[in-house]
């Protein structure tokens, strides 16, 4: 199928939603980037976001409904998991049941008709722009940060430093378990930024 990797790079983005979400503690989730402004999502209202607004595109631009409230009856971090763990896979297997004939045809995007395809690209886009806030906002309460896409600064620092990419969990059903997070190693002195500050 001409669309696989959509559905590919859309099952890999869920786990890294989740695994950003598992970095955070419940008693941070109503802290905000800037305490005090309303302007900056604070930590739970991102997970709405992405609960609400990921539930909306599906029913309403690739008409993928999961029936199922997007937001879970508790927001406490584990439930804001659970709750997105599911419906991102039932929509998961939704897209991999569609062909090519269904990606290319065209949909309501807001006011304007896209195909679903180019409204796929968007949605990713979309998520990986509030996870990469949330990712920002763990480095602003001073936690740890496992790999998301590659190395971090806890993983060992540069790519150029051969630091490693380490994953919070070895699988998704070890992060739903909450199981022990993988060791970081930290960066051992070498430098973690292209322009380090001396």
Known sequence: MRYAFLVETYATERVKVLSVWSEFQDSVLTTRPRQGDPRGRSVVEQMVHQCVSEDLWFRTMLGIDVEAPPLPGAETRMEFIRRYAADSGKRLAALESKDDAWWESETSFFEVRRSRAWVMVRRIAHTSHHRGQLMAMLRML???????????ADTGGLMANRAPTIYAYGSLEELLAEGEKARLPGAGGKAVTERPDH
């Open 142 to 152: 001073g936690t740890d940060v496992h790999s998301n896409y590659g190395p971090t």
